[in-house]
Every structure is written in structure tokens, then in C-alpha cells.
């Protein structure tokens, strides 16, 4: 059975979009340290791939990667699916509360209608309109920041950003055709229902590089409407193959039968004979 193994791809989406590049703004992790893995937590991480073979030469096991793509400084993935909507409604049943009372007092002494307009303008907050590029969970929500409150000023960048998504993954280790990456479907709704993973022929030993391609999205006002505009990144990561014989897990040694301790060749359990009856090997 083909091994799992995990790929984190965590992108400081601020700071990438400001410098408009994924260096030094992207961390990968992955959970094969303790058997070769390079780089955890930076830019530069090299992938431990363990291939084995049978005592005759042919391979024995592959491997399967699986790259998980979260953001750094956003609200987390693991809130519930309909959060943003559900904050969204709130946000719009707050400001329908604060109308009610302001037309319920006209004229009232002291009042200051600009003011309650503004304050009623704040609870309703910034509506992203839907675009052809901005269909399904990005369309027609509200920018919310990390605490899950509603953002009034969509200029002033103090928002959460919506996760990255990997586009494709290509190069050196596709083209030679080391790893066969395609994306596919999962009721995992964490990644939206799709996620890139690929399968790795680990019977060629060598340091092989990929690129990881990385669609951010970025805020923008154009006139009064608040529209996300993808941008296209690339991440660049790299593969280390290694082979090794199949061997015992217990003892080290080649494939065969478990030896027996020394400590229990003087006696044995004579059969049908219960656990206090014993026999002499």
C-alpha cells in the first residue's frame, strides 16, 4: 500500500501581494522529517521520498503526496462551512435593527442622522460583488478580518484574505516523470472539495525541483464596487528520492520469518495443553 504523505503550503498572503512574489513569503512542511526532509518552515523545503525495493531489484512501494495550501494571518479553515455567510447576515440584521430605530425617533432633539447613518453603514460593511472570476465561495460575501468582524473600509487592508489555491504543479520532476500530480474531487469541504496529489515513482533515486503555481487574491476598489482580483504566483520545492531494500520492521534484517528469541527457545506451549503447562523444546 502506497504511503501517505502531506505537503503544508502556508503563504503570507499580505506580504505576497505587497511584494508581489512568493519569496520568503511561503513556509511548506511536510511530515517526513525524521526520515531525511530539509527545510521545514522555509522556502526551501526538500521532500524525503523513501522508495523500497524487493530482494530481485523491482520496486516494492511507492509514495503519494498530497499538498495542502492554507493562509497565514487569515481566519481559519477550520471554522464552519457558512461562517462568512452566517457573519454576513448578522452583520445586515444589525443594521436592519439600527434602521428600524432611527426612523422610529425623527426629529428628536439632539439627534445627529449622519452619524447614525455611518454607524449603520459600518454594520453592514463591505460587500464583495460577484464576477465571472469570483464565483462560488468568493462571490457576492462580505470582507470580514481575522476576528470574523465585518470591514467597513475595504482601502485600509485590515482584512482576512481567502486562502490560496494551487493552480497546477510542473517541472523538473513532471517532465521526467518522477511524480504524476493531477487535481481531484473530495467531500473535504476544509479544501473546498478539491486538492492536488500526486503519485511518485520512488525506484529513481535523485534531488528532482517542482513548481507549485499559486492564485492569491487581492482586494481592489474600482469605483464604489469591492471586487477580489486573482494573482498568479509561482513556489518553487524540490523531491529527494531515495531507495533502500525491503526489510524487517521489527528486526532490520532482510524479509522472512520473525527469529526467535534466545530467551524463549527453552520452552514452549505444548498444544491443547493450558497456559501452566508447559514442555521442554
Not at 430605530?101 to 455611518?118: E, M, R
Not at 464583495?128 to 468582524?149: A, I, M, P
Not at 470591514?151 to 521526467?176: F, L
Not at 524487517?248 to 497456559?275: C, Q, V
Request: hydrophobic share 35%; charged share 20%; aromatic share 8%.
Amino acid at each position: 500500500m502506497a504511503q501517505q504523505l502531506a505537503i503544508i503550503v502556508l503563504v503570507d498572503i499580505g506580504n505576497a501581494l505587497e511584494t508581489n512574489t512568493l519569496q520568503g513569503n511561503t513556509y511548506l512542511f511536510d511530515n517526513m522529517k525524521l526520515h531525511g526532509s530539509e527545510g521545514q518552515g522555509t522556502g526551501d523545503l526538500v521532500t524525503a521520498i523513501h522508495g523500497a525495493y524487493w530482494r530481485d531489484g523491482s520496486q516494492a512501494t511507492e509514495q503519494v503526496l498530497n499538498w495542502l495550501p492554507y493562509s497565514l494571518g487569515s481566519i481559519p479553515p477550520t471554522v464552519p462551512r457558512g461562517y462568512e455567510a452566517n457573519r454576513a447576515r448578522q452583520s445586515d440584521a444589525q443594521a436592519l435593527e439600527e434602521l428600524d430605530a432611527l426612523t422610529a425617533k425623527p426629529g428628536v432633539a439632539g439627534a445627529d442622522p449622519a452619524a447614525d447613518l455611518q454607524k449603520i453603514r459600518q454594520a453592514v460593511g463591505t460587500r464583495v460583488k460577484t464576477t465571472r472570476r469570483t464565483r462560488g465561495r468568493l462571490s457576492n460575501q462580505k470582507v470580514l478580518d481575522v476576528t470574523g468582524e465585518v470591514v467597513t473600509d475595504a482601502t485600509a487592508g485590515a482584512y482576512s484574505y481567502p486562502g490560496p489555491v494551487i493552480t497546477d504543479i510542473y517541472g523538473q520532476a513532471v517532465d521526467e516523470k518522477i511524480m504524476y500530480p493531477a487535481e481531484y474531487g473530495s467531500p473535504d469541504l476544509v479544501t473546498d472539495g478539491w486538492y492536488w496529489s500526486a503519485t511518485v515513482d520512488s525506484s529513481r533515486p535523485g534531488t528532482y525541483s517542482y513548481s507549485m503555481r499559486i492564485q492569491l487574491h487581492r482586494l481592489v476598489q474600482r469605483g464604489s464596487e469591492s471586487l477580489w482580483e486573482p494573482v498568479n504566483m509561482v513556489c518553487e520545492s524540490k523531491l529527494k528520492v531515495t531507495t533502500q531494500p525491503k526489510v524487517n520492521g521489527f528486526t532490520g534484517a532482510g524479509l522472512g520469518l520473525l527469529p526467535i528469541p534466545p530467551s524463549a527457545r527453552g520452552s514452549a506451549y505444548a498444544p491443547g495443553s493450558g497456559p501452566q503447562q508447559q514442555t521442554t523444546a
